[in-house]
Every structure is written in C-alpha cells, then in structure tokens.
T-cell receptor, first 114, second 117 residues
C-alpha cells in the first residue's frame, strides 16, 4: 500500500459525459501528479500540482482539467468524453517537486467510455 | 529525460537473483536513475533511485557504472510476485515558465520480467 488513495476504482460512462476522479496523496506529500495509461500510448504524464498550484502540464487535453484543494487532495475532471479516453488514470504524490523526490502511485481508476 | 534502453523481456528462476540492465549513454551529471515496476495494471511501484553511488534498500540494489552510462537493478532473491514490467527512468528537473522545477516521470516500454517456479 503506497498510501495514495484514488476513487472510484472503476468508472463506466457514455461518450459526451463528464466524470471526476479523486486522489488523496500520502500524508505530508505536497505534490500530486496525474498520469494516463492506455494500451497504445503507455504511461503518460498529464499534470502536476504542488501545494495547490499548477506546476507543470504534460499531454493533457483541453477537455481535461485538474485542481488541488487546500487539504491537498486533487481531482481530475474529464469532459466531453470520447471512446479514446478509456484508460487507467493514476495519481502519484511526492514530498517535493523535483527530480530527487520519488513518486508514489495510487491504485488507479479504470475509466471505460462506451 | 535521457533516453534509456532496456531488454524487452527477461526470465528468472524463483530464488535466484534477477539482474535487469539499463543503458542510458546520454545521461547528464545531474540526472537521477530511477526504477519502478508495474504488476499487471496496478499502480507503478517505486523501487529505488540513485545519482552516482550504488544504492541498496529492502527491495533491491542499484548498481551504476562509474561513467554512469548504464545501470543494473538487482533483485537478490526473485519470487513469483516479482513478475512485472520494470521501468528504468532517467530524471532531470524540468522548469516551467516561472522558473520553478518539476519532475515528471517519462516511462518507456520497460522490461517484462517473468519469474518461473
């Protein structure tokens, strides 16, 4: 158990819908990262927040957005869902923000868009 | 991130040491070598990381060559539960427009390690 929790574990929804994925970081960690894993793209970095502020963006679509709240939990919002958005979405957390801080991953949310 | 090269797959007998190689010939002086593993659709699990010196923890040992162009992850006594995809990642600090650093992980294809009874 990494100490990072994600809800829900599974999500099935229809195209065009909007969903929210939730992540609680390890106690004491200030950074939260979101990653997407699909069969054809592998694990890809989406976005990072550090202590409530957006720190970096990766391959995140404009239909997707995220935020980190004062209690440091984070939400990833996916809207206008398409079939291609079906994937595993992982949240990770770390104490710091840079290369020396190991990231710990949650169990993921499996999103299926039908 | 510096590009890494790993074998696509490896086999290991249960109870034996598993030695997973990684080439990172373009690594720079301030880039860390990280190892993660992913057991079938679970979240990636942090194993170990190092900069220049060899490192050991309760899970594994990391051996980095003196020129830092390659490294080896050693699982001293592999078990069936060590069957997973192992990712070698070289990390550097990125900087956003405001100059603050961030440290995304860039995953490649990894090595599929299969531990046999």
């Amino acid at each position: 158990d990494s100490g990072v929790t994600q809800t829900p574990k599974h999500l099935i929804t229809a195209t065009g819908q909007r969903v929210t994925l939730r992540c609680s970081p390890r106690s004491g960690d200030l950074s939260v990262y979101w990653y997407q894993q699909s069969l054809d793209q592998g694990l890809q970095f989406l976005i990072q927040y550090y202590n409530g502020e957006e720190r970096a963006k990766g391959n995140i679509l404009e239909r997707f957005s995220a935020q980190q709240f004062p209690d440091l939990h984070s939400e990833l919002n996916l809207s206008s869902l398409e079939l291609g958005d079906s994937a595993l979405y992982f949240c990770a957390s770390s104490v710091g923000s840079g290369r020396a801080s190991e990231q710990y991953f949650g169990p993921g949310t499996r999103l299926t868009v039908t | 991130d510096a590009k890494t090269t790993q074998p696509t797959s490896m086999d290991c007998a249960e109870g034996r040491a598993a030695n997973l190689p990684c080439n990172h010939s373009t690594i720079s002086g301030n880039e860390y070598v990280y190892w993660y593993r992913q057991i079938h659709s679970q979240g990636p699990q942090y194993i170990i990381h190092g900069l220049k010196n060899n490192e050991t923890n309760e899970m594994a040992s990391l051996i980095i060559t003196e020129d830092r162009k390659s490294s080896t992850l050693i699982l001293p006594h592999a078990t069936l539960r060590d069957t997973a995809v192992y990712y070698c990642i070289v990390r550097v600090d990125y900087h956003n427009a405001g100059g603050t650093s961030y440290g995304k992980l860039t995953f490649g294809q990894g090595t599929i390690l299969t531990v046999h009874p």
